[in-house]
């Protein structure tokens, strides 16, 4: 069974400051794997999606990898500022048996102080 | 320019009602998902749908019921509401699989007394 886990639950950082967000998975036959971002009382924003053959992805100051051999995906955030405060959530796509499906993490809390 | 919807936003119900919870999308996606979202589980697919009177549960999909008889509507109705069904309810599409990029709707936080 596929799990996700993402670790820290909560971070919080001074505005400025590079910071990595870890998403671990336990299956590697994933399909693809997403990142989402998840204001307070809102619906989640999609960030970026990495394809299983690829190793990474870029939006602006977002930076994506993915290591399915070790089960690993992390989220590079450069030069913080505080409206990246939000819930950052990763989910994997996982084939079975004709389908797709996403598992979610239970997100990182990230607070950027001013 | 909607992309999608969802209503209503909040709702408070009792015990034993029934409660339907509606998801417009304006995208003409194939794939249509219904989440729930609950402290300490993350969110839990509950049911999903390949495309117009196509649809197939999720992991959680007990007490609930779908329906798609348009491809842009997707309503999640609880025939009998529990406690236990309290819940922030997300729909999400994606264009053509289950595997493509989904999107997200803002959400119903639902209050069963």
């Known amino acids: 069974k596929q799990e996700v886990t993402q670790i820290p639950a909560a971070l919080s950082v001074p505005e400025g400051e590079n910071l990595v967000l870890n998403c671990s998975f336990t299956?590697?036959?994933?399909?693809?794997l997403q990142w989402f971002r998840q204001d307070p009382g809102k619906g989640l924003t999609s960030l970026l999606l990495i394809q299983s053959s690829q190793r990474e992805q870029t939006s602006g100051r977002l930076n994506a990898s993915l290591d399915k051999s070790s089960g690993r995906s992390t989220l590079y955030i450069a030069a913080s500022q505080p409206g990246d405060s939000a819930t950052y959530l990763c989910?994997?796509?996982?084939?079975?048996?004709?389908?797709?499906?996403?598992?979610f993490g239970t997100g990182t809390r990230l607070k950027v102080l001013a | 320019d909607a992309g999608i919807t969802q209503s209503p936003r909040y709702k408070i119900t009792e015990t034993g009602r029934q409660v339907t919870l509606m998801c417009h999308q304006t995208w003409s996606h194939s794939y249509m998902f219904w989440y729930r979202q609950d402290l300490g589980h993350g969110l839990r697919l509950i049911y999903y749908s390949a495309a117009a009177d196509i649809t197939d549960k999720g992991e959680v999909p007990d007490g609930y019921v779908v329906s798609r008889s348009k491809t842009e509507n997707f309503p999640l109705t609880l025939e009998s509401a529990t406690r236990s069904q309290t819940s922030v309810y997300f729909c999400a599409s994606s264009e053509r699989t289950s595997g493509d990029e989904q999107y997200f709707g803002p959400g119903t936080r639902l209050t069963v007394t």
């Open positions: 989910a994997v796509n996982r084939w079975r048996v004709g389908t797709y499906k996403y598992i």
């Open positions: 299956d590697s036959a994933i399909y693809n």
